[in-house]
């Protein structure tokens, strides 16, 4: 048994379901959709989400379980692009803990990222312990000593600032947050395609975070210590068994709100 079902009195013939199947499961006869190879679904759900007269089902993304577009909660250009312009990196945070229904919102807004082949692959973990978050932060300094050491002292400069930083206490990796998420992936899929699908998925947790009164900062630091395979450092981060790290953010409450938009530099762009 196939996966489409078809209402045949209410679909148009139009042809939709067909143009946005991205696997190519969809042929159109001549009453309208007929399923090829409804095993290569990547499960998107575009053909039922398209279709104008909800005349298509599809038993990998039922109908039923589809939300309906609310026409009035568009935005105009202006309101999008200040909701993109309001992003901002967070490094000063409330040494107060997020509750946790809040933080299962924010990744559970990030779940609807695009991701590669519609994988949704990322799974996340959450890290809140403050002493644990310490030893993490001390982790990734002792990786960035050990940097510097072995090119003899050369280079490195930003390394050095955020060494120096660290001998006088002041945090410099983690910025106090009070909480690391993971964005982890399957061991399978491999590193480079999981960071792929989690800069997608983390780039929607910060986009969402402002809507809930919640700052975020690329863990950057945390990433590149965990993608050279620091041991002691993943031995502290706990990656569960089959999973590899795919990327990292800190998140907690804003120390300080922003008035204005920052600008960036000039469009630059090349048409040919």
């Given amino acids: 048994m ?17 143009d946005v199947c991205p696997a190519g499961i969809i042929a159109m006869g001549d009453e309208g959709p007929v399923e090829e190879a409804g095993e290569r679904c990547i499960i998107c759900g575009h053909c039922v ?28 250009g202006p309101q999008a692009k200040q909701f993109l312009r309001s992003r901002r990196s967070i ?9 946790r229904e809040e933080l299962q919102e924010l990744m559970d807004a ?27 932060w001390k982790a990734v300094i002792a990786w960035m000593e050990e940097r510097v050491e072995a090119a003899g002292g050369r280079g490195f400069g930003y390394f050095k600032t955020h060494i120096a930083a ?14 690391l998420i993971l964005a982890l992936c399957p061991e399978k899929m491999g590193q480079a395609s999981g960071r792929s699908n989690a800069e997608f998925v983390l780039a929607y947790a910060e986009l969402y975070a402002p ?18 395979n620091y041991e002691p450092l993943l ?3 706990g ?4 999973k590899l790290m795919a990327g990292a953010l800190m998140a907690g409450y804003p120390k300080e709100r922003y008035y204005r938009l920052v600008d960036r530099k000039p469009l630059d762009v090349v048409w040919e």
Avoid at 91 to 99: A, D, G, H, M, T
Avoid at 122 to 133: A, T
Avoid at 239 to 242: A, V
Wanted: charge should be negative.
């Fill in 235 to 237: 031995k502290l981060l």
């Fill in 211 to 228: 809507a809930m009164g919640l700052g975020t900062c690329w863990g950057g630091f945390v990433q590149a210590c965990a993608f050279h």
């Fill in 49 to 76: 989400a398209a279709c104008p007269t909800e005349a298509l089902d599809n038993s990998k993304t039922p109908l039923s379980e589809q939300t309906p577009v609310r026409e009035e909660l568009k935005w105009d």
């Fill in 110 to 136: 990030a779940r609807y990222a695009p991701t590669a082949s519609n994988s949704q692959s990322i799974s996340f973990l959450v890290i809140s312990d403050p002493e644990r978050l310490r030893q993490i």
């Fill in 91 to 99: 490094r000063s945070y409330l040494q107060q803990q997020v509750p």
């Fill in 2 to 18: 196939g996966i489409l079902l078809v209402d045949r009195d209410k679909c148009l013939v139009c042809g939709i379901c067909e």
């Fill in 166 to 179: 660290s001998y006088e206490e002041r945090d410099n990796i983690l910025r106090g947050a009070p909480h």
């Fill in 239 to 242: 990656i569960p068994e089959g």
